[in-house]
């Protein structure tokens, strides 16, 4: 892996066809939710482009970080105890190759130049859905290219983080500054036109992350460990208090949200999915086979909820959703794989002083946050899911370089 890992010094003139091809692997992944199929054919063939670019160099980068291609391929394996095995193989075969692309990517592209593609894409999509006008007629939310409120809110939030983290970055030039404060204006903008009060809680949590880097960065080892310890002593204590008064705090958090009690029927979902799982602990019911047209349990749950296109539905947690599909064991690399990117990457930021790196540990950090009540990652075509591979992997290579 060359040093455009960790910096853009050194960098030609004119971009190599592998960068070229991952510049397009992350606009088309940035763009899935808001573009659909043609954004997904564009992910396949830039993808392909920077396997085949250089096919012997990029097939041994993946086989370095065989153990996070062990996830996908567990779920591929799912295919011989699932319940719709044809399903299994043929999304499990998506997130393997969305997996391997998101490997390649980081090895062919700087976090500053990735950065910069990340908020050129969310701009432009959140730019047309301003423009577009496009309103949930029941709620009169703006939901614009995406078309849904919640796609929308998880754009701009992304695009949010990104845009001030490219802010304060010293590095940066002018120009692409100016640009981040339009991605800033714009993205609040939409967040407001959007009504999404859980955006608002969830970016300040996030920047909260980010400004814990920063500050550990500038200090000590020795102070740096005393701000860790009085952390994790002031986490304890909120944590203590809200399983004290769980119920109140429930109550109060749902109600300043203006949220329905049940969180919109999440938790029947989830005494549903406890079920479930009890029944298949060890192994699930096979990766991405349990919502499938023509299985009882999901078509008794699309029409309990009203779903009438029975597709396109989850159990809102990350960690019970995909209990239900690949088990404890699935479960167990999940967590690995997100939770070691975010710590991996976060150490990195912090000893680098990369925004860039920075950006990507955000971006685990909102994951991690949003798992409680959606499902971020392991879905195939997915930003969120392709950026925490990278994560991952610029945060080893990183860290691995340091100690060299």
Not at 26 to 53: D, E
Not at 142 to 153: D, E, H, M, T
Not at 268 to 290: D, H, M, N, T
Request: charged share 10%; with cysteine.
């Amino acid at each position: 892996m060359t040093d455009l890992a960790l910096t853009d010094e050194g960098r030609v003139a004119m971009p190599s066809a592998p960068q070229l091809f991952a510049s397009g692997y992350v606009v088309s992944v940035a763009l899935t939710y808001a573009v659909g199929q043609l954004a997904a054919v564009g992910l396949l063939a830039c993808g392909m482009g920077m396997l085949l670019s250089r096919p012997v160099a990029s097939t041994n980068f993946l086989l370095r970080y065989w153990f996070i291609l062990v996830l996908p391929l567990y779920c591929v394996a799912s295919t011989l105890w699932s319940l719709h095995p044809s399903a299994s193989l043929r999304h499990g075969i998506q997130l393997l190759v969305t997996v391997i692309f998101a490997i390649l990517a980081a090895r062919n592209l700087s976090v500053r130049q990735i950065r910069f593609l990340i908020v050129g894409s969310f701009l432009a999509t959140t730019l047309l859905s301003l423009a577009s006008g496009n309103i949930n007629p029941y709620t009169g939310a703006l939901i614009g290219v995406y078309g849904s409120k919640n796609a929308l809110a998880g754009a701009t939030a992304v695009l949010l983080v990104a845009a001030v983290l490219l802010l304060i970055d010293p590095e940066e030039s002018r120009w692409r500054k100016a640009l981040a404060l339009l991605a800033l204006l714009s993205s609040a903008l939409a967040v407001i036109l959007a009504k999404s009060a859980g955006t608002w809680v969830l970016v300040p949590m996030v920047l909260s992350v980010v400004w814990m880097g920063y500050v550990f960065s500038t200090v000590s080892p020795l102070t740096r460990v005393v701000q860790i310890v009085i952390f994790v002593l002031v986490v304890a204590i909120v944590v203590t208090f809200v399983l004290l008064n769980l119920s109140d705090v429930i109550y109060y958090v749902l109600t300043l949200l203006q949220k329905d009690i049940t969180l919109t029927g999440r938790t029947v979902l989830w005494s549903e999915a406890l079920k479930l799982i009890s029944e298949r602990p060890l192994l699930g019911v096979g990766y991405q086979a349990f919502w499938v047209q023509g299985y009882g349990p999901a078509e008794t749950i699309w029409r309990d909820f009203g779903i009438e296109a029975r597709t396109g539905f989850h159990f809102h947690n990350l960690y019970i959703s995909n209990a239900v599909e690949i088990g404890v064991v699935g479960v167990a690399m999940q967590i690995l794989l997100l939770y070691g990117g975010f710590l991996a990457s976060f150490v990195l930021a912090v000893r680098t002083r990369s925004s860039g790196v920075m950006l990507l540990a955000a971006l685990c950090a909102m994951s991690i946050l949003h798992s409680m009540i959606e499902v971020p990652i392991l879905v195939q075509f997915e930003f969120r899911s392709s950026m925490t591979v990278s994560a991952l992997v610029y945060a080893i290579e990183g860290l691995r370089g340091r100690l060299a």
